[in-house]
Structure formats: structure tokens, C-alpha cells
């Protein structure tokens, strides 16, 4: 069993930064898969980032996020950069055994409780 907790969310003008984090319980941290994806209202789950060996990264941030873990703090982080009002939505950190087909929310096994990011214009 993995617990998550993210924290690092807030309120941020258009062009600022942030940088969330996720907490994770459990010995074998390093073993896991580490995703952030986010939801805004009335829209469906969207791929950010993970992060295991390699870094992935969803079209929509590609070079201003940037996903980074310490195995040692069991946390894993998500700088962003160059925010923009679209990145607003609720931010979620999950964890999954596989490396394969990262980008898909179904094959994560936990999930934090999400942190809220608004980025106003």
C-alpha cells in the first residue's frame, strides 16, 4: 500500500511558477512509477508527467514543467514554469508499478488527494 500527499498548490499570476510535491509512504519507492496529472472542471483527467528511470512529459508542458524525484525523501516533484490560466485545475500525484503507457490515468493503482493550482491572467 502507498499513501500520497501533495502539497505546493496555490495561487499564482500567468508567467509565475510553483513547484508541487508529493509526499509518498512505503520502502519500495523507488520502484514505483511516479505520475502527476491534473483535472480542470468539466474536463477529463490530463496526462503532465512521470517520472522512473526516464521523464515523460504531456504536449501541453513540454519545457516549462519539469518532474524530478529524491528516492531518499520518498517525494517527488513538479517545477512549473511559464504558467499559463489553462494549467489551472487540480493537480494529482499517483503511482503505478509499469512503465508502459504512462500517459493513461486507468493503470494507476494510487493516488494522492490532489492540490489546487490557479494561475490567473
Known amino acids: 500500500q502507498v499513501q500520497l500527499v501533495e502539497s505546493g498548490g496555490g495561487l499564482v499570476q500567468a508567467g509565475g511558477s510553483l513547484r508541487l510535491s508529493c509526499a509518498a509512504s512505503?520502502?519500495?519507492?523507488?520502484?514505483?512509477?511516479m505520475g502527476w496529472f491534473r483535472q480542470a472542471p468539466g474536463k477529463e483527467r490530463e496526462f503532465v508527467a512521470a517520472i522512473s528511470r526516464s521523464t515523460y512529459y504531456g504536449d501541453s508542458v513540454k519545457g516549462r514543467f519539469t518532474i524530478s524525484r529524491d528516492n531518499a525523501e520518498n517525494t517527488v516533484y513538479l517545477q512549473m514554469n511559464s504558467l499559463k490560466p489553462e494549467d489551472t485545475a487540480v493537480y494529482y500525484c499517483?503511482?503505478?508499478?509499469?512503465?508502459?503507457?504512462?500517459?493513461?490515468?486507468?493503470?494507476?493503482?494510487?493516488w494522492g488527494q490532489g492540490t489546487q493550482v490557479t494561475v490567473s491572467s
Open positions: 512505503g520502502r519500495t519507492f523507488s520502484s514505483y512509477v
Open positions: 499517483a503511482a503505478r508499478r509499469s512503465v508502459v503507457s504512462v500517459s493513461n490515468p486507468r493503470l494507476y493503482d494510487y
